[in-house]
């Protein structure tokens, strides 16, 4: 089992659309947790973190549920400068940060 | 530039050959990565320096790969042998501190071809 699984897509939206996509973890230790953005071509920047208790940055939401060991990442409005690969990632304390590959989003006009 | 900086910026190699990839991270940033990025795929991670601390090298594919950080700051990733399989981005990033280790910062990456 991969230790950070995502649904790689390609998610293909309309503008203004509102899109989830989901992410699972293996390692019930991890700590702390992040949603990055790739785009095409480009290296990885952050996007946000992502609390317990669930965090909003404008259109992004981001929620944790440990029990399940699942997070998620909810974009409303879509842009289609939002078109880029969303990358999860997870990480105990003190070690490297875990990439998942990543879910593709395709905003359309 | 602030940023992180890497080269050489593309390498074409000969399979067998050694080659050697380079970064220079933010100034200040105790901790420093490498990753690498096949097409298509995410990023797989390699190593991980924090400080004077023993680096982390279970992501490491193979004996092949070494790496060094001087000084606490530049780091050299060395890939000896090269294969065709080692064909992908290499990136590096550095991070400000342990409270905020999930806050990256990436170079624009190294892509090495190995022919």
């Known amino acids: 089992r991969k230790e950070v699984e995502q649904d790689p897509g390609p998610f293909n939206v309309p503008e203004g659309a509102t899109v989830a996509f989901n992410c699972t973890y293996s390692?019930?230790?991890?700590?702390?947790f992040f949603w990055y953005r790739q785009d095409c071509r480009k290296e990885p920047k952050l996007l946000m973190s992502?609390?317990?208790s669930g965090n909003e940055d404008g259109r992004f939401t981001a929620q944790l549920n440990r029990a399940s060991q699942y997070i998620s990442l909810l974009i409303r409005d879509s842009k289609l400068s939002d078109s880029a690969t969303y990358l999860c990632v997870v990480n105990q304390a003190g070690t490297a940060l875990i990439f998942g590959k990543g879910t593709t989003l395709s905003v359309s006009s | 530039g602030a940023g992180v900086s890497q080269s050489p910026s593309n390498k074409v190699t000969e399979k067998g050959k050694d080659v050697e990839l380079r970064c220079d991270p933010i100034?200040?940033?105790?901790?420093l990565y490498w990753y690498r990025q096949s097409l298509g795929q995410g990023l797989e991670f390699l190593i991980y320096?924090?400080?004077?601390?023993?680096?982390?090298k279970s992501g490491l594919p193979s004996d092949r790969f070494s790496a060094e950080r001087t000084g606490g700051s530049v780091s050299t990733l060395t890939i000896q042998r090269t294969q065709q399989e080692d064909s992908a981005v290499y990136l590096c990033a550095s991070s400000p501190d342990r409270r905020r280790t999930g806050e990256l910062f990436f170079g624009e990456g190294s892509r090495l071809t190995v022919l």
């Open positions: 992502v609390y317990s």
């Open positions: 390692n019930s230790a991890s700590q702390s």
């Open positions: 320096f924090q400080g004077n601390s023993a680096p982390d």
């Open positions: 100034s200040g940033h105790t901790a």
